[in-house]
């Protein structure tokens, strides 16, 4: 089987993973800033943002692959890494530009949902497996 749906979706967070990544590297030049925030609450948003995608990211696009490996239909995949994405890019919006805003919760919903999603479409693949019975 070859994977097509999720090496998308990891190739494009990859990309804002890397955005978020200089994004706080060029504000600790700007800023003089060398380890930790400093105190400095934009500096403190810039890394809460990165490190919650750093920390959501992974285990959602394993589990993606995991779906897609499985056989999940399209429309599922092809929607849940939508979700993914925007919800990551709105959660970090949010959190850099206001801190709390109801952006930030919109944005953890919709990268939570598909990963649980994906989760139940696994732990469903498994249990109705006619290899479980072997």
């Known amino acids: 089987m070859t994977l097509v749906i999720s090496p998308f979706f990891a190739g494009l967070l990859i990309v804002l993973q890397v955005f978020m990544t200089a ?3 060029l504000y600790r030049v700007k800023s003089g800033i060398e380890f930790l925030d400093g105190g400095d609450v ?3 948003r810039r890394m809460r943002a990165h490190g919650n995608f750093i920390e959501t990211v992974p285990i959602a696009l394993l589990v993606m692959v995991l779906a897609e490996l499985s056989g999940a239909p399209a429309v599922l995949l092809w929607s849940g890494g939508a979700a993914l994405l925007a919800g990551r890019m ?15 919760a ?3 919903a919709m990268t939570t949902l598909p990963m649980a999603v994906f989760g139940a479409f696994l732990v469903w693949s498994v249990l109705t497996s006619p290899a479980l019975g072997s």
Do not use: Q
């Open 90 to 104: 709105l959660h970090a919006y949010t959190i850099v530009k206001y801190g709390t805003a109801p952006g930030r």
């Open 23 to 25: 994004f706080v590297g």
């Open 42 to 44: 934009t500096m403190t």
């Open 106 to 108: 919109i944005g953890m």
